[in-house]
Nanobody, 124 residues
Framework: VQLQASGGGLVQAGGSLTLSCAAS????????VGWFRQGPGSGRKVVAG?????????YYIDSVKGRFTISRDNARNMVYLQMNSLKLDDTAIYLC?????????????????WGKGTLVTVSS
């Protein structure tokens, strides 16, 4: 199982970034996918999640609702996080992860597989 996040970088507050997560080595469509972030001195926290198969169900934490959009492309084994109106507090390492249970994604517990992260830095 491999998950590789990319697309991070330095952006000014109010700007946008799109993160990508490439999956391989497993049947991607059978898993829910989550984006998580880890700030300095803090643990991993869920940001957004999308259900397995058709991705018809999505989940966002309150602080990113209306600004972030998660989507998946099962044909390409990819998941994306479109981030708009970025704020200083969004600065973190962003990681993608998969789990057969969407509730595990929402709780950030018992995650099946974690990927490597990509750093997002929002400047003033």
């Amino acid at each position: 199982v491999q998950l590789q996040a990319s697309g991070g970088g330095l952006v000014q507050a109010g700007g946008s970034l799109t993160l990508s997560c490439a999956a391989s080595g497993f049947t991607f469509s059978n898993y829910a996918v989550g984006w998580f972030r880890q700030g300095p001195g803090s643990g991993r926290k869920v940001v957004a999640g999308i259900s397995k198969r058709d991705g018809s169900s999505t989940y966002y934490i309150d602080s990113v609702k209306g600004r972030f959009t998660i989507s998946r492309d099962n044909a390409r084994n990819m998941v994306y996080l479109q981030m708009n109106s970025l704020k200083l507090d969004d600065t973190a390492i962003y990681l993608c992860a998969v789990d057969t249970d969407m509730e595990d994604i929402k709780s950030a517990r018992f995650i099946d597989h974690w990927g490597k992260g990509t750093l997002v830095t929002v400047s003033s």
